[in-house]
C-alpha cells in the first residue's frame, strides 16, 4: 500500500489554522510575517490560539526564526532560537521548525544538535535554509544526525516543481530516515506530480488576499493582508487524496 502523503499549510493565525485544518490539511505551520519575510516566529499568544483550535498537538509545526535574512546564526541568536523553542514546545506544539547553516554551507550540527535539546520530544524540522545550497541532498546525513524528523524543500528552486530532480535525490538520499516535504511555490496543479516523487507531505500557504482596502495609515504598510484561502486547500486535498 502507498504511504498516505500528508498536507501541510502555512498559516500566521488561529482563523487561518481553523480554515486549514476545515477544509483538509492534516496540520499547520504556524509563523508570523510570512508574506513579508518568509516567516518569522510568532506570538506565544498566538501559538495558543492555533493549538486551541487544531485540538491535537501533533497537527501544529511552529517556526522558530530569529529575523529575516540569512541562515548563520551569532551564538546569541543561537541562544535566542533555544529559548524560543523551549517555550514553544511548553506550550504544547508538537515540532519545531529551525535551519541554521555555516558560511560555507554545511549543517550548523552544534545549533541544531542545542535546539534539538531544547525542543524534548517535540519534532525538529528543517526549513528551506537547505534550498540555499548547491546540493541539498548531501545534508541528509547530518540532519538525521542531528535528530531532525523532516525537511522542507523546494529542491532549490523558486518553484517545487521545477525543483523535482533536487526533490527525488533528497528522497533517495532520507531513504525513510528522515521524511521528505516539497513545499515552495506549490500549485495545485503541481500536487500530483511532486507526491509521484516519494515525499512524504506537500506543504503550500494557500494564500489570498484579504480584499480590505482601508488605509493603514503612516507607517502601517500597504492596505490589505493576505488571508488562508480554503477553497484552495480542499482543492490541494483533492488532488492528493486522488488516485488519478
Request: hydrophobic share 50%.
Amino acid at each position: 500500500m502507498t504511504a498516505r502523503v500528508a498536507l501541510e499549510i502555512a498559516v500566521d493565525s488561529a482563523a487561518g489554522a481553523r480554515t486549514a485544518l476545515e477544509a483538509g490539511a492534516d496540520r499547520v505551520e504556524l509563523c508570523q510575517a510570512l508574506a513579508a519575510t518568509g516567516g518569522m516566529t510568532p506570538s506565544g499568544a498566538t501559538v495558543d490560539a492555533v493549538l486551541a483550535v487544531a485540538g491535537d498537538p501533533e497537527r501544529v509545526a511552529v517556526l522558530v526564526r530569529p529575523r529575516a535574512g540569512g541562515f548563520v546564526y551569532a551564538r546569541e541568536e543561537v541562544a535566542l532560537v533555544a529559548a524560543d523553542i523551549a517555550e514553544v514546545v511548553r506550550r504544547g506544539a508538537g515540532a519545531v521548525v529551525v535551519g541554521a547553516l555555516t558560511r560555507r554551507g554545511a549543517v550548523d550540527r552544534s545549533a541544531l544538535e542545542r535546539w534539538r535539546t531544547a525542543a524534548g520530544e517535540a519534532d525538529l524540522v528543517f526549513h528551506r535554509a537547505i534550498d540555499t545550497v548547491a546540493e541539498p541532498a548531501a545534508l541528509v546525513d547530518d540532519l538525521v544526525a542531528c535528530g531532525v524528523r523532516r525537511v522542507l524543500s523546494s529542491g532549490g528552486a523558486a518553484r517545487s516543481i521545477d525543483g523535482r530532480a533536487a526533490l527525488a535525490a533528497l528522497v533517495a538520499a532520507a531513504s525513510g530516515r528522515l521524511q521528505i516535504m516539497a513545499g515552495g511555490g506549490v500549485r495545485v496543479e503541481d500536487i500530483a506530480a511532486l507526491r509521484g516523487l516519494g515525499v512524504d507531505a506537500i506543504h503550500l500557504s494557500a494564500r489570498t488576499p484579504s480584499g480590505d482596502t482601508a488605509p493603514s495609515g503612516p507607517g502601517g504598510g500597504g492596505p490589505g493582508y493576505d488571508v488562508t484561502d480554503g477553497g484552495i486547500v480542499r482543492r490541494a486535498a483533492l488532488a492528493l487524496r486522488s488516485r488519478a
